[in-house]
Every structure is written in C-alpha cells, then in structure tokens.
C-alpha cells in the first residue's frame, strides 16, 4: 500500500496536477465528487479518508451520515476533461468508528467487493469474469420540457432517415439499418475511436467499437472481460468517458434504454465466468454448448430470480420500452445458444475452454453497475448452491427464433416484468438470495425500492402526449 500511495504522490508532482478529485458513486449509479487543491492533498488524506454526508447519496438514514472516502490508489488517472490538470480516483466509504473504521456496508463499490468474497468463500470460484457491452446513442440536438403547459422532446441525428429531405449531401441512413455501416454515413467514427482510447488510457482494454443498428446514431463499445469489481469501477468511468466525450465532438450520448420510439433501444448485455484456481469453471466438452453442469445451475439462478433481478439491472421506467418484442430485446424467460430473443444467450463463437461462457441479454445501464453485477453473481451461486437445472425447469435451451412461434405457442413462456413495478413487487418478495453472507443489506433494499417506487409515482403522475392523441378529443 505504501508503494501505490507513493506512487499517486509521485504522479502528482510528474504531471503538475493543481485538483485531486474524488468519485463517488450514490445509490442510483450516478457519480458524486468532491475536489481538494492538490497542495491539501497528503498521504494521510490517501489512508484516513475525508470526510462527507452519506445521506444526499440515497443509501445512509441521517442520523449515521457521517462518513469517510477512502480512495483508491488503483483507480489513480489524470482527468482528460478538465482544463486545470486534475488526478481522479474512486474509492471505498468507510463508517467513522473507533478504534478502527468499517466499511459501509450499503456503499455500493463494498458490495461488490462483498459478492466476491461470499463466492470465494463458496468454495464455487475464486473469479468472476464479466464484459458489458455498451450501446448508446449521438445526438446532434435534444431537449424535452415538462411543465404545466408544455410536456414533450425532442431529438436529432444528423445522419437519420428523417432528414432524408433536408441533408443536401444526401448521407442518412435508413431506419433501423444502421448496422456496421461505413463512411461516409458513420459520421461519428472519430468521435468513437477517441472514446475508446480515452478508456483504454484509464485502464479497461477495449475489444471494438461500430455502429449498431439504430439509424438515429446508436453504436456500441465493447471492453474486454475483466474482473467483475474492476469491471464495475471500469463501467462508471466508461460511461463519464462516452457522455464527456460525445460533449467534445459537439453531441450529446444517451444510454437510456428506449430514447427514440420505433428504434433499437440501448443494453448492456453482460458476458460472464467463473474461474478457480486459474481454471474455467464453466468448460465441459460433453455438456449442452459446451458447458459445465455449474454453469447450467448458474444460468438456472438467473432465471428462477429473473424478475426480481429486473428491478436491479432495469431500474427505470424506460427499461421496459426497451423490453418488448420486435427489436432484438430479450422477453422470453429462457436460455440458448446464438438466439437473442432468449435472455441468456450462449455465444457460439466462444470455442476455447476459458472463453466459454453466457450472456445476460435483458440489463441496460441506468444500473447501478456495482448492485448489477453482484446481483448477478448472487443469483447464480445461488443456482449452483440449490442445483437449479433450467432445463428441468422448463427454460430451454430454445434453440429456435423465438418471434416466429404462434400466439398460442407464445402464451405457454415465461415473460420479463412489463414495468418497473412489477419488478420491484418481485424484488419484494424474492431476495434471500441476495441478502445471503450480508451482501445485500435488507435496509439497502428497503430504500433502493422505496426510491424507485417514487420514480414511478412521479412519472406516472405527469400526462403523456400520446394521451393527448389518445383521449384529447374523447
């Protein structure tokens, strides 16, 4: 510890830093920071901590606020967004106790340290290996507006089908064909390629970026796999990168799930595996697509606590305008190998023994990454603990498209919540599987529900221009 804070004291003075920032994370996923002048700064600001008010994050009731972020000297990197030179680190928080402090169990970096830790000791695997795919949105132009008078958005994607009759280069693409498409209709190519570097420089390897298929400029990143907590630190800064970037070039990046109607909407599929003792847990040459007994109870997991899941890795209103049918999104509760319309799909194209794995198709990243991913975790060890077999329980393998099946064939599947209610009901009543070793506070999950549930009052309290069109004239 003492090499890697001197280390962070050294790039200090190397780079002429003047700010030292620290990230926070609060209980919806979003970052907090709080900056001191870099002449403030001391090894002793690196070990104790400094101090800040746990309540306006979400997840600490008032009367036990106070609080101590702990950064972390991994996480060190020179902010490429800030015109004074400033060094940012992300961190732990820690409750003020004597003689010692102690991890804040709801902060939710510690729960994912938390999750990993109740694996190792599970005897299942020593590491967890994950890769998010992120899809977002560039848009050239957008606002919205909800007041008495005025409730609506609007957007704009210079290269969107719309403007077929207004762009005298005559360079749009047409809708839902924006797939992999070259110069000169990928007009954002530089913009991307320096994301990617950017990411790259605060230490996630990136595996490509291109072109999705929204027209109205969607696109994807794709990481390499990376250990899950590193992965979840990887993830908030993916995301400041994308978002600070795109402002650069002039645009604005969403990755709300469902930002443009009759569009592809945004995921964040998450690949995942497990390794002990440097082995892949989840290779078995004999089994179904090549995978291991564990990995069937592990996918099991997942789909037996799928819809209490949801209000973890869909936590927002618009995640189920995403999960509908028609767009590639996964609906169908079930598992198969190369099939998108399933929410586990299983990728054919990974042949070698520790590429073999699955993905979760149905999270998007209005997530908390930190509770996503341990949740996910939870889920499958707790498949693997009480050997669920998907396959037993009537989940697949639905090797067969899905959308093509007749409707009364469709009646006999299980679907994902259709809203963000329902999801919450079910994380209500189906949670043990998280809350097992302590991972998940039962107060955290109180209160993450307790928040989202507002969410949803509010929202469903405002009018809806499609209910002017609907009912304006009844």
């Not at 004074?84 to 004597?98: C, F, H, K, R």
């Not at 991890?103 to 990993?116: D, G, H, S, T």
């Not at 995640?319 to 929410?343: C, D, H, I, M, W």
């Amino acid at each position: 510890m003492e090499n890697k804070i001197k280390k962070v004291m050294d790039l200090i003075k190397e780079q002429g830093i003047e700010m030292v920032d620290f990230k926070m994370v609060d209980i919806n996923g979003q970052f907090r920071h709080v900056t001191i002048p870099a002449h403030s700064f001391s090894e002793d600001i690196m070990r104790d901590g400094i101090g800040f008010d746990a309540s306006n994050y979400g997840y600490a009731v008032v009367e036990k606020s106070d609080m101590v972020f702990i950064p972390d000297p991994d996480t060190a990197m020179v902010d490429p967004f800030c015109s004074v030179p400033t060094l940012s680190m992300s961190g732990n928080a820690m409750i003020i106790d004597y003689p010692k402090n102690r991890p804040l169990a709801q902060y939710p970096r510690n729960i994912v340290l938390a999750a990993e830790q109740y694996m190792r000791d599970s005897g299942v695997a020593d590491e967890m290996y994950i890769l998010p795919e992120f899809e977002f949105y560039l848009f050239d132009n957008v606002g919205w507006e909800v007041s008495p008078y005025n409730i609506g958005m609007t957007l704009d994607a210079n290269q969107a089908y719309w403007n077929s009759a207004t762009d005298g280069a005559g360079v749009v693409v047409p809708k839902q064909k924006n797939y992999h498409i070259a110069k000169p209709f990928d007009n954002s190519f530089e913009c991307r390629s320096e994301m990617c570097m950017l990411i790259e420089k605060a230490g996630v390897p990136v595996k490509y970026h291109h072109p999705e298929v929204g027209a109205a400029g969607q696109f994807e990143i794709e990481p390499k796999l990376g250990l899950m907590s590193k992965m979840a630190d990887g993830t908030m800064m993916i995301k400041y990168i994308i978002q600070n970037t795109a402002r650069k070039y002039g645009k604005s990046a969403t990755l709300m799930p469902k930002p443009v109607y009759g569009e592809a909407g945004n995921g964040m599929h998450v690949h995942m595996l497990l390794f002990k003792d440097g082995k892949p847990v989840f290779s078995d040459d004999n089994g179904y697509a090549h995978l291991s007994k564990e990995a069937h109870y592990f996918i099991g997991g997942l789909l037996k606590h799928i819809s209490s899941l949801c209000a973890i890795t869909n936590p927002s209103t618009n995640s189920f305008k995403r999960l509908v049918p028609g767009f590639e999104a996964p609906v169908t509760v079930g598992y198969a190998t190369s099939n998108r319309s399933a929410v586990i799909r299983i990728p054919a194209y990974a042949k070698q023994p520790e590429e073999r794995r699955f993905e979760l198709r149905n999270p998007d990243a209005t997530c908390n990454p930190y509770f996503c991913y341990a949740a996910i975790l939870m889920a499958g060890l707790d498949g693997i603990k009480n050997k669920i077999d998907p396959k037993a329980n009537g989940w697949g393998p639905y090797d067969f498209n899905l959308f093509n099946l007749s409707d009364e064939e469709k009646s006999k599947l299980k679907g994902l919540p259709t809203k963000l209610e329902d999801a919450l009901d079910a994380l209500e009543k189906d949670h043990d599987y998280l809350t097992a070793g302590g991972v998940f506070p039962e107060e955290l999950l109180k209160k993450f529900i307790a928040v989202k549930r507002e969410e949803c009052k509010k929202i469903s309290a405002v009018p809806h221009p499609v209910e002017f069109e609907k009912y304006y004239n009844c």
